[in-house]
C-alpha cells in the first residue's frame, strides 16, 4: 500500500510514507504537536481505493528528528514544496490546523505543484483562533502527549518540552496573512472546521469568502480534532469535493457567478 522509510528533504533526514496505488496524488499534512500517523488512519485508509495517498512528518514532528533552528511555517512550506517535487508529481494536499496553513502557504509559492487544497481548521494569523487555555507544559496531559511524542520520536521522550515550547512560540506569533492574501490562489479549496472548532467560524468564513475557488463545510458536532471526531463523514465531503467540479453548479448561485440551472423545486 504505501513505502515507508527515510529521506533526505532539503538535507534533513525525513520520515515518509509514499503511496503506491493508483490514481491522483493526495498528501496529507498534519497539525502541529501530532505526526502523520492519525491522518493517514482516519482519512488516508479512505481515499487509498481512488486516490495514491502520502504524507510526511515535518521536522521536529513524529518520526523526525528535530533541529536547534526555531519553527516557521515559511519553514515548514519549504519542506513540503520539497517532498512534492520528491514524488514529481502534482498533488492535492489536505492538511489539518497547521497542515492546513502550510498547504495554503505551499499554493501560493509553488501553485504548479499543487491541484486542490483541503484545509481543516487552518488559520491566517493568530488573531483568527478562539481564547482558549494554551498547551500544558507540565502536568498528566503533558505527561501523556509526552510520553507519546517519545514513543515515535528519534530525540526522545526529554526533547518533548523543547517542541512543545517551539510549537506555542510559533502558534502565537504566525501566520501573518491577510484574507486578501488569499485571493491570488486560484485552486479550488475547501475550506473546513468544527462546529466548535478552535478557529473563529468567522475566520473561516473569511477565508471561504476570499478564495476565488473557495467552498466551504463546516462539520455538525466536531471540536478542532474533527478529523478524528468525524472521520467518515470528513472523508466523504473530501472525497466529494476532489472528484467534483472545480466550479460547482447550483440551483441558486449567489456568490458563485453561473447561471441560474433549474429554479426552486425544479
Not at 504537536?33 to 482519512?43: D, V
Not at 481515499?47 to 536547534?68: E, I, N, Q
Not at 482558549?132 to 515515535?152: D, H, I, Q, S
Amino acid at each position: 500500500m504505501a513505502r515507508v522509510g527515510t529521506i533526505a528533504l532539503r538535507g534533513h533526514p525525513t520520515w515518509v510514507s509514499v503511496g503506491r496505488t493508483r490514481g491522483p496524488d493526495v498528501v496529507l499534512l498534519h497539525g502541529g504537536l501530532s505526526s502523520s500517523g492519525g491522518m493517514l488512519r482516519r482519512i488516508g485508509g479512505r481515499l487509498r481505493d481512488r486516490y495514491r495517498v502520502s504524507a510526511f512528518d515535518r521536522r521536529g514532528h513524529g518520526r523526525t528528528a528535530d533541529t536547534p533552528a526555531p519553527f516557521h511555517y515559511e519553514a515548514m512550506a519549504d519542506e513540503t514544496v520539497a517532498f512534492l517535487e520528491y514524488l514529481g508529481r502534482r498533488a492535492d494536499l489536505v492538511g489539518h490546523s497547521d497542515g492546513g496553513i502550510i498547504a495554503l502557504l505551499v499554493a501560493r509559492a509553488r501553485p504548479d505543484l499543487v491541484r486542490r487544497l483541503v484545509v481543516v481548521g487552518g488559520n491566517l494569523h493568530p488573531r483568527g483562533l478562539e481564547d482558549v487555555a494554551p498547551f500544558p507544559l507540565r502536568g498528566p496531559v503533558f505527561e501523556g502527549w509526552a510520553a507519546r511524542f517519545g514513543e515515535l520520536s528519534p530525540d526522545g521522550p526529554t526533547h518533548a518540552r523543547t517542541v512543545a515550547r517551539k510549537s506555542l512560540r510559533l502558534f502565537a506569533s504566525e501566520p501573518d496573512l491577510r484574507a486578501g492574501d488569499l485571493r491570488a490562489i486560484g485552486h479550488p479549496t475547501l475550506i473546513m472546521g468544527g462546529d466548535d472548532d478552535s478557529t473563529r467560524l468567522e475566520h473561516l468564513v473569511a477565508m471561504y469568502r476570499a478564495l476565488p475557488r473557495g467552498q466551504l463545510a463546516i462539520v455538525p458536532g466536531a471540536s478542532h480534532a474533527v478529523l478524528s471526531e468525524r472521520p467518515a463523514l470528513c472523508a466523504t465531503l473530501i472525497r466529494e469535493f476532489l472528484a467534483g467540479p472545480v466550479v460547482p453548479v447550483t440551483r441558486q448561485p449567489v456568490r458563485r457567478a453561473l447561471p441560474r440551472v433549474a429554479g426552486p423545486g425544479q
